[in-house]
Each structure stands twice: as structure tokens, then as C-alpha cells.
């Protein structure tokens, strides 16, 4: 079973569109986080969030939104894609500040 | 941002020991040393950490100077699966789990 699965692997939309990456881990972390790897394939934290807190790194577009159902999940809304926001995006788990699990990554296209 | 410094790239062949060299000279006591790698189109993976002294596992050493200033990531017998982008970090002991990646290390083991 993987450990961190994120859907889809690959999304392609156009600009304007609002989209979904979708997060699960089955390991019972109890925290969750968004990178994103841009072009130059630099890795860059996103989001974390445990159930007490969401800790936003501060240059994420407000466009950008972790959505959290349940333990186990972490979503990332975005809204209104732009060109800019084409990356891959991983999604990673930890039990407090034990080393993370990542996922495979979601590469977005926005054309 | 990333407190690391690494060789952007480094070749070794198959069998060999990979050494990969960290310099973290303005590392804190209450920092750990992380090492994680990428290998081509995955998500990251964890290697291994450390906080002063030497610690193994199954997948690699690691070596940290007694003045914690620098450290050695060892692969004992590489192989051609160990080709990977090799990232050094330094994270506090507690506290959110936010790692900064820098640009690493392209490690190319050679048959």
C-alpha cells in the first residue's frame, strides 16, 4: 500500500480555472504538508498543518488553500490558475517532527 | 532558506563508496542534520539524521564533525538505483517540521 498517494498524477487546465489535488496518507501522522517543486526544480514548503494549526508560508498566493475533511487527508484548492503555478506539487506526512513521507507528486500543466 | 552548502554534482561508480560532503557552518545546537534524496520524477525519500554524533542505517552514514559545522553523507556500495538528487538541510529539533531545500547534490553513479 502506498504510504502518501496523491490524485491525480497529472493535470492539465486552462488559465481562470479553479482546481483540486487531492491528498491521503494511511501511515497516522498526525501532520500534513504542500512543497512545490517549480521548474527549476527548486523544493519549496507550502503548507503544514496538524490539527491544531495551518502554518502558510508567507509567499503562497491566497489562491492557494489546504482543505483538511479528516486526519488522514490534505487537499490543495487552487483558484484561478495562472501560467505561473505550473509545477510539480508533492504532498508529505510526518508524525510531529519526525522525517516525511512524501508523495509521488502531481505535475500541473496551466496552458 | 536553505543554511546548507553542497557540490552540485558528483560521479561515482557502481560499487564504490559515495561520500557526499555537507557544510552547515552556521548550524545551531538545537538543529539537526536531515538528508533526503530525489530520485528522477519521485517524491523525495528520507535518508537519514543526525545531531552530533555518527549514526547508520540500512540505507547510508553519516558523519558529522565534531564542531557540527560540516557532515558526510556515506552510500557504502553505491548502486546505479542510488542515482538521485542528494539534499542536505538543517531543521530544529522541535517545532514544525518545514524543510528548506536547497539545490543539492546530483549524484550520477556510474556502471
Known amino acids: 500500500d502506498t504510504a502518501v498517494s496523491q490524485t491525480p498524477k497529472y493535470l492539465v487546465t486552462q488559465m481562470g480555472n479553479d482546481k483540486s489535488i487531492k491528498c491521503e496518507q494511511n501511515?497516522?501522522?498526525?501532520?500534513m504538508y504542500w512543497y512545490k517543486q517549480d521548474s527549476k526544480k527548486f523544493l519549496k514548503i507550502m503548507f503544514s498543518?496538524?490539527?491544531?494549526?495551518?502554518?502558510i508560508n508567507e509567499t503562497v498566493p491566497n489562491r492557494f488553500s489546504p482543505k483538511s475533511p479528516d486526519k488522514a487527508h490534505l487537499n490543495l484548492h487552487i483558484n484561478s490558475l495562472e501560467l505561473g503555478d505550473s509545477a510539480v506539487y508533492f504532498c508529505?506526512?510526518?508524525?510531529?517532527?519526525?522525517?516525511?513521507?512524501f508523495g509521488q507528486g502531481t505535475r500541473l500543466t496551466v496552458v | 532558506d536553505a543554511k546548507t552548502t553542497q557540490p552540485t554534482s558528483m560521479d561515482c561508480a557502481e560499487g564504490r563508496a559515495a561520500n557526499l560532503p555537507c557544510n552547515h557552518s552556521?548550524?545551531?545546537?538545537?538543529?539537526?542534520v536531515y538528508w533526503y534524496r530525489q530520485i528522477h520524477s519521485q517524491g523525495p525519500q528520507y535518508i537519514i539524521h543526525?545531531?552530533?554524533n555518527n549514526e547508520t542505517n540500512e540505507m547510508a552514514s553519516l558523519i558529522i564533525t565534531e564542531d557540527r559545522k560540516s557532515s558526510t553523507l556515506i552510500l557504502p556500495h553505491a548502486t546505479l538505483r542510488d542515482t538521485a538528487v542528494y539534499y542536505c538541510?538543517?531543521?530544529?529539533?522541535?517545532?514544525?517540521?518545514?524543510?528548506?531545500f536547497g539545490t543539492g547534490t546530483r549524484l550520477t553513479v556510474i556502471p
Open positions: 498543518y496538524n490539527n491544531k494549526e495551518l502554518i
Open positions: 543526525g545531531l552530533k
Open positions: 538541510i538543517v531543521r530544529a529539533i522541535t517545532g514544525a517540521n518545514n524543510l528548506f
Open positions: 501511515l497516522g501522522h498526525d501532520t
Open positions: 508529505a506526512s510526518s508524525q510531529g517532527d519526525r522525517e516525511a513521507f
Open positions: 552556521t548550524i545551531s545546537g538545537n538543529e539537526y
